[in-house]
């Protein structure tokens, strides 16, 4: 079974960057379509990130484009997300999910990365 650990997340002043990695285990990054969601007190869950099972389309949340950039590292087995100028409003708990293809696929979470963007 796939698990994700994600890292990476800390206490950084606005304007500073972070990057997160979602390691993986159990199966290969590469047949899923991976993402980030963040979580921020008293708020929704937000999707901010998403790439292609082929590695080659990604999509951003409004909230992050031109700010925020995905990647995988299939020799790594690990998804990033470089987050750059951050903002106090991007503090959150960051997490990355993989979700199996096709019509009712089963998503898959890691536990999770806070991320403080406080001066």
């Known amino acids: 079974q796939l698990q994700l650990v994600e890292s990476g997340g800390g206490l950084v002043q606005p304007g500073g960057f972070l990057r997160l990695s979602c390691a993986a285990s159990?199966?290969?990054?590469?047949?899923?379509?991976v993402g980030w969601f963040r979580q921020a007190p008293g708020k929704e869950r937000e999707g901010i990130s998403c790439l292609s099972l082929s590695g080659i389309t990604t999509q951003y949340a409004d909230s992050v484009k031109g700010r925020f950039t995905i990647s995988r590292d299939d020799g790594q087995n690990t998804v990033y997300l470089q987050m750059n100028t951050l903002e106090p409003e991007d503090t959150a708990v960051y997490l990355c999910?993989?979700?199996?293809?096709?019509?009712?696929?089963?998503?898959?979470w890691g536990q999770g990365t806070q991320v403080t963007v406080s001066s």
């Open positions: 159990g199966g290969s990054l590469d047949r899923y379509t």
């Open positions: 999910y993989a979700l199996e293809p096709g019509w009712g696929g089963y998503e898959y």
